[in-house]
């Protein structure tokens, strides 16, 4: 069973780089593209973007110039940074599994709370 | 870009009864990249239609989902008390992601 799990500070300062990680159990983190998709508190679902491990990746247009993902493939798990943050990044980040098949992320890790503040 | 605008923001309801969420696209897209989410109180979304139609598994077939072109809809013929959340569209082309703003189905 696919399992996604991210992990990472709760609160961030101001200015400074928002760093999570999704880690990747019962698939192989070198099939699929692997998504980052936040959640503002009370508020709808804002896609971040997608990294393959062949190192194809895209991002929101809005957020292009502050993020950047990796895939560890050895230890099979996905990474986020997000860099100059303020509190507008304040959101829970879920990882999500994309499914080529269905076109839709099939499976998502249960979120975490990044809190922006000083 | 492509914006997907859902209506009504709120939808309340009845268990029993009939719940017709709607995703409009800023222009005409393909079926097959239109998804559907629900997300309940303190959890993840989970995927519900994939392909504008095609239920994803574990979900009774209480929830259709249709539409082509511009106009999408998702459909809770007969709600149950676990039905009661939040229903995302999504869709994907060109390497991006939009989600629509959401509809809360909440209890009458």
């Known amino acids: 069973q696919v399992q996604l799990q991210e992990s990472g500070p709760g609160l961030v300062k101001p200015s400074e780089t928002l760093s999570l990680i999704c880690s990747v159990s019962?698939?192989?983190?070198?099939?699929?593209?692997w998504n980052w998709i936040r959640q503002p508190p009370g508020k709808g679902l804002e896609w971040i973007g997608f990294?393959?491990?062949?190192?194809?990746?895209r991002s929101h247009p809005s957020l292009y110039s502050r993020v950047s993902m990796s895939v560890d493939t050895s230890r099979n798990y996905v990474s986020l940074n997000v860099n100059s943050v303020t509190a507008a990044d304040t959101a829970v980040y879920y990882c999500?599994?994309?499914?080529?098949?269905?076109?839709?992320?099939?499976?998502w890790g249960q979120g975490t709370l990044v809190t922006v503040s000083s | 870009d492509i914006v997907l605008t859902q209506a009504p923001g709120t939808l309340s309801l009845s268990p029993g009864e009939r719940a017709t969420v709607s995703c409009r696209a800023s222009?005409?897209?393909?079926?097959?990249?239109l998804a559907w989410y629900q997300q309940k109180l303190g959890q993840a979304p989970r995927l519900l239609i994939y392909?504008?139609?095609s239920r994803a598994t574990g979900f009774p077939d209480r929830f259709s989902g249709s539409g082509s072109g511009t106009d999408f809809t998702l459909t809770i013929s007969r709600l149950e008390p676990e039905d009661f959340a939040v229903y995302y569209c999504?869709?994907?082309?060109?390497?991006?992601?939009?989600f629509g703003g959401g509809t809360k189905v909440e209890f009458k």
């Open positions: 999500a599994r994309w499914s080529e098949d269905q076109r839709a992320f099939d499976y």
């Open positions: 019962g698939a192989s983190s070198s099939t699929h593209y």
């Open positions: 990294i393959h491990y062949t190192g194809n990746t």
């Open positions: 222009q005409s897209i393909s079926s097959r990249h």
């Open positions: 392909g504008a139609s």
């Open positions: 999504q869709h994907y082309d060109n390497s991006e992601v939009t």
